[in-house]
């Protein structure tokens, strides 16, 4: 499977998307924590599913993308990348603190 990265957010292929998703409507994969940019798909070809309960009050969390042709992700403080059609997870980069010992998430 492949990977893309753009600042902080992971898009990792996957063989299928959970049965059990809601679709939601939108442009947007994730916000920035403290700007507010989005990391935003720029055409209307494609269908994200997410659990609700995964998703918080900013937009963000764990979500599903379907690409239906190649779509640019673009966000304003980083490159555009172009992603392939197929099937996609969608999570936050995270990092391990190798002195704290702890598990977090990289802030974009």
């Known amino acids: 499977m492949k990977f893309y990265e753009q600042g902080d957010v992971l898009i990792k292929g996957v063989t299928e998307i959970p049965k059990e998703l809601t679709k939601i409507k939108g442009t947007a994969l994730q916000y920035g924590e403290h700007t507010g940019h989005a990391h935003r798909l720029e055409n209307e070809d494609h269908e994200l599913f997410a659990n609700p309960d995964d998703i918080d009050r900013n937009g963000n969390g764990r979500k599903f993308l379907r ?42």
């Not at 555009?80 to 997870?89: A, Q, S, V």
């Open 67 to 108: 690409l239906l042709k190649p779509t640019n992700l673009s966000h304003e403080e980083h490159d555009t990348i172009t992603l392939p059609p197929g099937d996609y997870e969608v999570t936050i980069v995270r990092e391990y603190d190798h002195f704290d010992q702890i598990i977090r998430d990289v802030a974009d």
